[in-house]
């Protein structure tokens, strides 16, 4: 089992940034797959990004890239979203998701369905 808890939402003027941490335990050694997702109201769920265990592949959805950074800190059993240059339409919670067997690319970057474990969430809120 992994348990995984987001933290770090808040709310931030436009332009800003935010660093969200994705704490993970449990047999986190035997995770392939670290995905972030986030979730507007009304809205389907949307891939933000997604990182190997390697931390050396990593997807980002169009919508983020160059702004949103995946990376993680093995001392601490955490991987972080970084998100800079902050849009309203960042607004969402946001989820971190992880599995023991998935290859982190475009696929897994945009579908949830192949996530086993997910954290908690976290809302971001982003003012113009």
């Known amino acids: 089992q992994v348990q995984l808890v987001e933290s770090g939402g808040a709310l931030v003027q436009a332009g800003g940034p935010l660093r969200l941490p994705c704490a993970a335990s449990?047999?986190?050694?035997?995770?392939?797959?670290i995905g972030w997702f986030r979730q507007a109201p009304g809205q389907a769920r949307e891939g933000v990004g997604c990182?190997?265990?390697?931390?050396?592949?990593?997807n980002y959805a169009d919508s983020v890239k160059g702004r949103f950074t995946i990376s993680k800190d093995n001392a601490k059993n955490t991987v972080y979203l970084q998100m800079n240059s902050l849009k309203p339409e960042d607004t969402a919670v946001y989820y971190c998701?992880?599995?023991?067997?998935?290859?982190?690319?475009?696929?897994?970057?945009?579908?949830?369905?192949?996530?086993?474990?997910w954290g908690q969430g976290t809302q971001v809120t982003v003012s113009s």
């Open positions: 990182m190997d265990r390697s931390g050396g592949n990593t």
């Open positions: 998701a992880a599995d023991l067997q998935l290859v982190c690319d475009s696929v897994a970057r945009r579908l949830g369905e192949f996530y086993t474990y």
């Open positions: 449990g047999i986190i050694f035997s995770i392939d797959t």
